[in-house]
Nanobody, 129 residues
Framework: QVQLIESGGGSVQTGGSQRLSCAVSGRPFSELAMGWFRQAPGKEREFVAHIARGGGRTAYGDSVRGRFTISTDNDKNTIYLQMNSLKPEDTAVYYC??????????????????????WGQGTQVTVPS
């Protein structure tokens, strides 16, 4: 069983930065493919970022590419989402997700919530307009 605990959410001004953390336990970090998704009220869950099992290859959603960065700290079993140049439309609950199964390097795979079996409880990020 994989446990994921997100932290780091809050309210931040437009143009500001925020870093989210996701602490991972239950399986060796190197065995997991990881992702970040977000969900705003009344909208579907949206793909934000992915990092392949073992690290290295990353991918981003169109709306955050160039502003957000996913990274890992293998010693701490933690993944991060560094968010820069935040906009009001970034307001959402952000979820960390994990998969023990290999995810194909295709947006239709890593960008699909169903590709991940394990989810955190979510952390709210608010960027007031």
């Amino acid at each position: 069983q994989v446990q994921l605990i997100e932290s780091g959410g809050g309210s931040v001004q437009t143009g500001g930065s925020q870093r989210l953390s996701c602490a991972v336990s239950g399986r060796p970090f190197s065995e997991l493919a990881m992702g970040w998704f977000r969900q705003a009220p009344g909208k579907e869950r949206e793909f934000v970022a992915h990092i392949a099992r073992g690290g290295g290859r990353t991918a981003y959603g169109d709306s955050v590419r160039g502003r957000f960065t996913i990274s890992t700290d293998n010693d701490k079993n933690t993944i991060y989402l560094q968010m820069n140049s935040l906009k009001p439309e970034d307001t959402a609950v952000y979820y960390c997700a994990a998969s023990t199964v290999y995810i194909l390097p295709s947006s239709s795979s890593y960008g699909r919530p169903g590709s991940y079996a394990y989810w955190g409880q979510g952390t709210q990020v608010t960027v007031p307009s």
